[in-house]
């Protein structure tokens, strides 16, 4: 068949038109496909997310199944030392949002000092607890004895309250960096079969937002578990750990509130070299790094991935991001958590050889 150049470049024309369409059909059927991939993962990966959330909270569930928040108000904690982190601990406790005690079940004993401690004023007047004379009150008073004292002073608590514990009442539960739960058993006596559940909170515990790990001693029951892990949730979230990660837990958030104190008054420091007020600069600093720790919480999404969405091509996210790198920061920060962790297994050698030392 003949056709004259203008209708052959005519029906070239068409083909290549026909091409194209072809082409952007096929285009937009893998571009569907991609974006239904896509969207498959990224739901795939929340619902990972959530049901990793559901599976460690079901684990604490299923543990503390057994204690309602109307078995805990029967309960009775005392605190042994009435330090920054006992308060918060006891602030976490009795939150009227939150919280699962009364103060008035909330008993400190604040140092040999008795009454006469600054701190009663706060345990009894803020907090609304009661506040005894002696360590040994507490153990006569209440269900729950926290060891919330210095580490180098907890063999010297466990010597005090020794003669008083009662295996089938008493838990005793220590928040002391470095000293394990079999030293523990071991300084309240061995004909007591003491049980001792560890826990490594952090000051956020006073606004019920707290990160605490939770690790069982040898005697320790599900039970006892069950109402630790239902205190500590009252605090905020509850990771329960092998005792031998306990340390690592000290690194992370057991010290961790510190490095990010650190960093929002660096970031407010910064706003203020630029020109913000100091409490604008320090509100949008702790407000940013609140947002962004919800966002890794609540999309599952690794914070590398959340960076990278920031950081646009030549942009000043991405300049700042440079500027951090070439500070080291990543590096300081891995840097801190080792040392805390380290210094938390530092102190449980030297209590240790301490104790060895005494015989």
Same mark, same amino acid.
């Given at each position: ?13 068409? $083909? ?9 059909? /096929? ?10 991939? !896509?969207?498959?993962? /990224? ?8 049901? @990793?959330? /559901? ?10 199944? *057994?204690?309602? #928040? ?18 918060? !601990? &006891? @602030?976490?406790?009795? *939150? ?39 360590? @040994? ?16 002073? !907890? ?18 539960? *220590? ?6 739960? &079999? ?17 490594? #909170? $952090?000051?956020?515990? &006073?606004? $019920? ?5 939770? &690790? ?6 599900? *039970? ?8 500590m949730e009252s605090c905020g979230i509850v990771e329960v750990v092998p005792e031998k990660l306990i340390d690592a837990v000290v690194g992370v958030s057991g010290s961790g509130p510190a490095y990010v104190f650190q960093v929002i008054e660096a970031m407010a420091d910064g706003g203020v070299l630029n020109g913000l007020n100091r409490d604008v600069a320090m509100r949008l600093a702790a407000q940013t790094v609140m947002g962004a720790a919800k966002m890794v919480l609540e999309t599952g999404e690794h914070p590398g991935a959340l960076k990278d969405k920031v950081c646009s091509p030549n942009g000043t996210t991405i300049r700042a991001v440079a500027a951090l790198e070439r500070g080291g920061v990543r590096a300081a920060f891995i840097d801190a958590v080792?040392?805390?962790? $380290? @210094? ?16």
């Amino acid at each position: 068949m003949y056709c004259s150049t203008s209708q052959c470049d005519s029906l070239d024309t068409i $083909n290549q038109k026909m091409s194209t369409a072809l082409a952007r059909a /096929r285009h937009a059927v893998v571009a569907q496909k991609s974006a239904r991939d !896509i969207d498959h993962v /990224r739901r795939r990966r929340v619902a990972t997310h959530h049901h @990793r959330c /559901r599976r460690r909270r079901s684990g604490v569930d299923a543990r503390a199944s *057994s204690t309602t #928040p109307e078995a805990l108000k029967d309960v009775k904690v005392g605190f042994i030392g009435a330090g920054a982190m006992a308060e918060a !601990i &006891a @602030r976490g406790f009795t *939150s009227p949002t939150r919280g699962v005690l009364d103060a008035s079940r909330v008993y400190a004993y604040v140092g040999p000092r008795g009454r006469a401690s600054p701190r009663t004023e706060v345990w009894e007047q803020s907090l609304g607890a009661r506040v005894v004379g002696e360590a @040994r009150d507490v153990a006569e008073a209440c269900d729950v004895i926290i060891l919330a004292v210095k580490p180098h002073m !907890i063999e010297h608590s466990c010597q005090e309250l020794k003669k008083v514990i009662d295996v089938d009442r008493h838990l005793v539960v *220590s928040v002391a960096a470095g000293v394990s739960a &079999a030293s523990i058993e071991r300084w309240l006596g061995s004909h007591h079969a003491a049980r001792v559940v560890r826990v490594m #909170p $952090n000051t956020p515990c &006073a606004v $019920n937002e707290a990160a605490s790990g939770v &690790a069982a001693g040898d005697k320790a029951t599900e *039970s006892d578990m069950a109402l630790v892990c239902a205190l500590m949730e009252s605090c905020g979230i509850v990771e329960v750990v092998p005792e031998k990660l306990i340390d690592a837990v000290v690194g992370v958030s057991g010290s961790g509130p510190a490095y990010v104190f650190q960093v929002i008054e660096a970031m407010a420091d910064g706003g203020v070299l630029n020109g913000l007020n100091r409490d604008v600069a320090m509100r949008l600093a702790a407000q940013t790094v609140m947002g962004a720790a919800k966002m890794v919480l609540e999309t599952g999404e690794h914070p590398g991935a959340l960076k990278d969405k920031v950081c646009s091509p030549n942009g000043t996210t991405i300049r700042a991001v440079a500027a951090l790198e070439r500070g080291g920061v990543r590096a300081a920060f891995i840097d801190a958590v080792c040392a805390s962790t $380290n @210094r938390s297994i530092e102190l449980g050698a030297e209590q240790r050889s301490s104790h060895t030392a005494k015989k």
